[in-house]
Protein backbone atom coordinates (compact mmCIF):
# COMPACT_ATOMS: atom_id res chain seq x y z
CA UNK A 1 0.00 0.00 0.00
CA UNK A 2 3.09 2.20 0.11
CA UNK A 3 2.68 3.35 -3.41
CA UNK A 4 -0.55 4.62 -2.68
CA UNK A 5 0.72 7.31 -0.69
CA UNK A 6 3.85 8.46 -3.38
CA UNK A 7 1.85 10.76 -5.26
CA UNK A 8 0.22 12.43 -1.88
CA UNK A 9 2.00 16.26 -1.17
CA UNK A 10 3.97 15.93 2.09
CA UNK A 11 3.30 18.43 4.60
CA UNK A 12 5.91 20.23 7.33
CA UNK A 13 5.06 18.35 10.61
CA UNK A 14 6.01 19.59 14.97
CA UNK A 15 6.37 15.83 16.45
CA UNK A 16 5.98 17.30 20.09
CA UNK A 17 9.11 17.39 22.44
CA UNK A 18 11.07 17.55 18.79
CA UNK A 19 12.20 21.21 18.05
CA UNK A 20 13.33 20.55 14.01
CA UNK A 21 9.97 19.81 12.00
CA UNK A 22 9.46 16.64 9.80
CA UNK A 23 8.33 16.58 6.22
CA UNK A 24 5.73 13.73 6.23
CA UNK A 25 3.38 12.53 3.65
CA UNK A 26 -0.62 14.25 4.15
CA UNK A 27 -2.78 11.07 5.31
CA UNK A 28 -5.73 13.37 5.49
CA UNK A 29 -5.99 13.74 1.83
CA UNK A 30 -8.17 10.69 0.60
CA UNK A 31 -8.70 9.20 -2.93
CA UNK A 32 -12.07 7.41 -3.54
CA UNK A 33 -12.65 5.13 -6.36
CA UNK A 34 -16.33 5.73 -6.04
CA UNK A 35 -16.15 9.40 -6.39
CA UNK A 36 -13.54 9.21 -9.90
CA UNK A 37 -15.82 6.23 -10.93
CA UNK A 38 -19.21 6.80 -10.56
CA UNK A 39 -19.59 8.85 -13.69
CA UNK A 40 -17.92 5.87 -15.60
CA UNK A 41 -20.25 2.26 -15.15
CA UNK A 42 -17.14 0.38 -14.16
CA UNK A 43 -17.31 -3.28 -13.59
CA UNK A 44 -16.02 -5.48 -10.76
CA UNK A 45 -15.45 -8.81 -10.54
CA UNK A 46 -16.07 -10.82 -7.13
CA UNK A 47 -13.28 -12.79 -5.81
CA UNK A 48 -13.07 -14.60 -2.94
CA UNK A 49 -9.38 -14.24 -0.87
CA UNK A 50 -7.48 -17.50 -0.78
CA UNK A 51 -5.34 -18.49 2.38
CA UNK A 52 -2.17 -16.31 2.05
CA UNK A 53 -3.52 -14.14 -0.29
CA UNK A 54 -2.05 -10.08 0.12
CA UNK A 55 -3.55 -7.38 -1.54
CA UNK A 56 -0.02 -7.00 -3.52
CA UNK A 57 -0.65 -10.47 -4.47
CA UNK A 58 -4.06 -10.22 -6.04
CA UNK A 59 -3.16 -6.82 -7.87
CA UNK A 60 -0.25 -9.21 -9.66
CA UNK A 61 -2.50 -11.79 -10.41
CA UNK A 62 -4.99 -9.36 -11.79
CA UNK A 63 -3.45 -6.36 -12.96
CA UNK A 64 0.80 -7.71 -13.29
CA UNK A 65 1.55 -4.99 -11.02
CA UNK A 66 2.05 -5.97 -7.08
CA UNK A 67 2.10 -1.75 -7.03
CA UNK A 68 -1.00 -1.67 -7.58
CA UNK A 69 -2.21 -3.07 -4.28
CA UNK A 70 -3.83 0.18 -2.90
CA UNK A 71 -6.59 -0.43 -6.04
CA UNK A 72 -7.83 -3.35 -4.32
CA UNK A 73 -7.78 -2.07 -1.31
CA UNK A 74 -9.67 1.12 -2.34
CA UNK A 75 -11.88 -1.15 -4.57
CA UNK A 76 -13.57 -2.21 -1.46
CA UNK A 77 -12.84 0.89 1.01
CA UNK A 78 -10.55 -1.10 2.61
CA UNK A 79 -8.68 1.77 4.96
CA UNK A 80 -6.87 -0.38 7.58
CA UNK A 81 -5.70 -3.55 5.83
CA UNK A 82 -3.88 -4.76 9.14
CA UNK A 83 -7.79 -5.28 10.62
CA UNK A 84 -10.16 -5.24 7.58
CA UNK A 85 -8.21 -7.55 5.60
CA UNK A 86 -9.06 -11.14 6.54
CA UNK A 87 -6.78 -13.35 8.83
CA UNK A 88 -5.00 -16.20 7.61
CA UNK A 89 -6.08 -19.42 9.81
CA UNK A 90 -3.07 -19.18 12.03
CA UNK A 91 -3.63 -15.02 12.49
CA UNK A 92 -6.91 -15.46 13.37
CA UNK A 93 -6.35 -18.37 16.07
CA UNK A 94 -3.80 -16.31 17.30
CA UNK A 95 -5.83 -13.29 17.51
CA UNK A 96 -8.59 -15.08 19.63
CA UNK A 97 -6.14 -16.37 21.58
CA UNK A 98 -4.86 -12.95 22.72
CA UNK A 99 -8.03 -11.28 23.06
CA UNK A 100 -9.94 -14.12 24.86
CA UNK A 101 -7.57 -16.55 26.28
CA UNK A 102 -7.91 -19.63 24.04
CA UNK A 103 -10.23 -20.70 21.50
CA UNK A 104 -12.16 -22.44 24.01
CA UNK A 105 -12.78 -19.06 26.16
CA UNK A 106 -14.12 -18.03 23.49
CA UNK A 107 -16.44 -20.57 22.46
CA UNK A 108 -18.01 -20.69 25.79
CA UNK A 109 -18.90 -16.84 25.88
CA UNK A 110 -22.01 -16.29 24.39
CA UNK A 111 -22.30 -13.59 21.77
CA UNK A 112 -26.18 -13.32 20.94
CA UNK A 113 -28.72 -15.58 19.90
CA UNK A 114 -30.07 -15.15 16.32
CA UNK A 115 -33.18 -16.63 14.78
CA UNK A 116 -33.80 -17.82 11.57
CA UNK A 117 -36.01 -15.57 9.32
CA UNK A 118 -35.96 -17.51 5.63
CA UNK A 119 -33.40 -20.60 4.61
CA UNK A 120 -31.28 -20.20 1.43
CA UNK A 121 -33.39 -21.48 -1.36
CA UNK A 122 -33.45 -20.49 -5.23
CA UNK A 123 -35.88 -18.44 -6.82
CA UNK A 124 -37.21 -19.52 -9.61
CA UNK A 125 -34.98 -18.00 -11.92
CA UNK A 126 -32.04 -19.74 -10.46
CA UNK A 127 -30.89 -16.61 -8.49
CA UNK A 128 -29.48 -17.64 -4.88
CA UNK A 129 -31.67 -16.19 -2.24
CA UNK A 130 -29.42 -16.00 0.86
CA UNK A 131 -30.51 -17.01 4.24
CA UNK A 132 -31.68 -14.52 7.03
CA UNK A 133 -31.05 -14.35 10.13
CA UNK A 134 -32.08 -11.41 12.88
CA UNK A 135 -30.87 -11.40 16.15
CA UNK A 136 -32.82 -11.82 19.25
CA UNK A 137 -32.87 -12.46 22.82
CA UNK A 138 -32.77 -14.99 24.95
CA UNK A 139 -36.66 -15.85 25.53
CA UNK A 140 -37.14 -15.42 22.25
CA UNK A 141 -34.26 -18.00 20.89
CA UNK A 142 -35.69 -20.59 24.06
CA UNK A 143 -39.42 -20.29 22.40
CA UNK A 144 -38.03 -20.93 19.21
CA UNK A 145 -35.19 -23.46 20.03
CA UNK A 146 -35.94 -25.33 16.05
CA UNK A 147 -34.85 -21.99 13.90
CA UNK A 148 -32.54 -20.25 16.47
CA UNK A 149 -29.26 -20.74 17.31
CA UNK A 150 -26.70 -19.70 19.94
CA UNK A 151 -23.69 -17.58 18.42
CA UNK A 152 -20.57 -18.18 20.53
CA UNK A 153 -17.78 -15.75 20.25
CA UNK A 154 -15.33 -17.13 18.34
CA UNK A 155 -17.98 -18.49 15.60
CA UNK A 156 -19.21 -14.52 15.70
CA UNK A 157 -15.57 -13.42 14.94
CA UNK A 158 -14.54 -16.56 12.56
CA UNK A 159 -17.85 -15.13 10.82
CA UNK A 160 -16.54 -12.13 10.31
CA UNK A 161 -13.55 -12.72 9.18
CA UNK A 162 -15.10 -15.25 6.55
CA UNK A 163 -17.49 -11.94 5.59
CA UNK A 164 -14.29 -9.88 5.01
CA UNK A 165 -13.12 -13.04 2.34
CA UNK A 166 -15.31 -11.44 -0.47
CA UNK A 167 -13.89 -8.90 -2.65
CA UNK A 168 -14.92 -7.04 -5.62
CA UNK A 169 -11.83 -6.76 -8.33
CA UNK A 170 -12.00 -3.88 -10.18
CA UNK A 171 -11.78 -4.97 -13.98
CA UNK A 172 -8.01 -3.98 -15.65
CA UNK A 173 -9.41 -2.05 -18.66
CA UNK A 174 -10.19 0.70 -15.68
CA UNK A 175 -6.55 0.45 -14.30
CA UNK A 176 -4.97 3.58 -16.47
CA UNK A 177 -7.89 5.95 -15.91
CA UNK A 178 -7.43 5.21 -12.13
CA UNK A 179 -4.10 5.64 -11.53
CA UNK A 180 -3.80 8.76 -13.95
CA UNK A 181 -6.81 9.97 -12.29
CA UNK A 182 -4.90 9.18 -8.73
CA UNK A 183 -1.70 11.23 -9.96
CA UNK A 184 -3.97 14.13 -11.07
CA UNK A 185 -5.61 14.67 -8.03
CA UNK A 186 -2.92 14.89 -5.47
CA UNK A 187 -0.70 17.34 -8.59
Known sequence: MAHYFR????????????????FVTDITRRFALSRILDKVSA???DY????????DIIAHKYYGDEKLDWVVLLANEIHDPYFEWPLAINQFKNYITQKYGSISAAQAI?????????????????????????????????ANISTSRIVDTYTHE??????????KILDEKYIKFVTSSHRKIFR
Open 7 to 22: PFPTIQYKLPGITETK
Open 43 to 45: VYF
Open 48 to 55: EIQEGDRP
Open 110 to 142: VHHYEQTIQESSFSPEGVLIPKRTIIVDYQTYA
Open 158 to 167: LELNEKRRKI
